[in-house]
């Protein structure tokens, strides 16, 4: 059974920054791609990050330039670190982890991301 563990939520005023983290139960080489993707209350989930096991990244246009996820491979964790934090980035924060080329296969229980105006 996988595991992904979320951390580094919390609430923070605009303009701010958190950095997340998400500890992997297992070698994160054995995903194709891990991600951040957020869900705030009345919306659907949406990625905001991904990063193949290449390297190679990719940003929703809501947080490109503000967000940036990295991997620490020899800590199988992944990290999202967010700036210049919005009213609207509000919402629960979940890792996922992608083996194939399809659907997301695993995922977090989330943390949540505050942010005050």
């Known amino acids: 059974q996988v595991q992904l563990v979320e951390s580094g939520g919390g609430l923070v005023q605009a303009g701010g920054s958190l950095r997340l983290s998400c500890a992997v139960s297992?070698?994160?080489?054995?995903?194709?791609?891990m991600g951040w993707a957020r869900q705030a209350p009345g919306n659907q989930r949406e990625l905001v990050a991904d990063?193949?096991?290449?390297?190679?990244?990719n940003y929703a246009d809501s947080v490109k330039g503000r967000f940036t996820i990295s991997r620490d491979n020899a800590k199988n964790t992944v990290y999202l670190q967010m700036n210049s934090l919005k009213p609207e980035d509000t919402a629960v924060y979940y890792c996922?982890?992608?083996?194939?080329?399809?659907?997301?296969?695993?995922w977090g229980q989330g943390t949540q991301v505050t942010v005050s105006s």
């Open positions: 297992r070698s994160i080489f054995s995903f194709s791609a």
């Open positions: 996922a982890g992608r083996v194939g080329l399809g659907s997301w296969d695993y």
């Open positions: 990063i193949a096991s290449g390297g190679s990244t």
